[in-house]
């Protein structure tokens, strides 16, 4: 079973920047879509960026597109997330996983991790 720790979250002032990291244990990181998924108090999960195993990157939230920017190391077993120009609505705990295509729906493949807990003053 793949475990996912990620880091970097911390508390920044609107404008700044941070870079979060997803580590996977286990086989089976560099052959799968990953995604930074983001959940806000009181809302549902959500994808904000996706990358495919080689390296095609998405980001279906308009509001992150030019800001945020991911990418991942294979040989690593991580995925990154660029995180600039931060604003308050940014606020959420961040999650990584990677997503698995099953019937034109992608569905979380591994077991959800703690998250990184980012806060964005203003």
């Known amino acids: 079973q793949v475990q996912l720790v990620e880091s970097g979250g911390a508390l920044v002032h609107a404008g700044g920047s941070l870079r979060l990291s997803c580590a996977a244990s286990?086989?089976?990181?560099?052959?799968?879509?990953m995604g930074w998924y983001r959940q806000a108090p009181g809302k549902q999960r959500e994808l904000v960026a996706s990358?495919?195993?080689?390296?095609?990157?998405?980001y279906p939230h308009s509001s992150v597109k030019g800001r945020f920017s991911i990418s991942r190391d294979n040989a690593k077993n991580t995925v990154y997330l660029q995180m600039n120009k931060l604003k308050p609505d940014d606020t959420a705990i961040y999650y990584c996983?990677?997503?698995?295509?099953?019937?034109?729906?992608?569905?979380?493949?591994?077991?959800w991790g703690q998250g990184t807990q980012v806060t964005v003053s203003s």
């Open positions: 286990g086989s089976g990181f560099s052959d799968n879509n």
């Open positions: 996983n990677a997503r698995l295509l099953r019937g034109g729906t992608y569905y979380p493949l591994w077991t």
């Open positions: 990358i495919t195993s080689g390296g095609w990157t998405n």
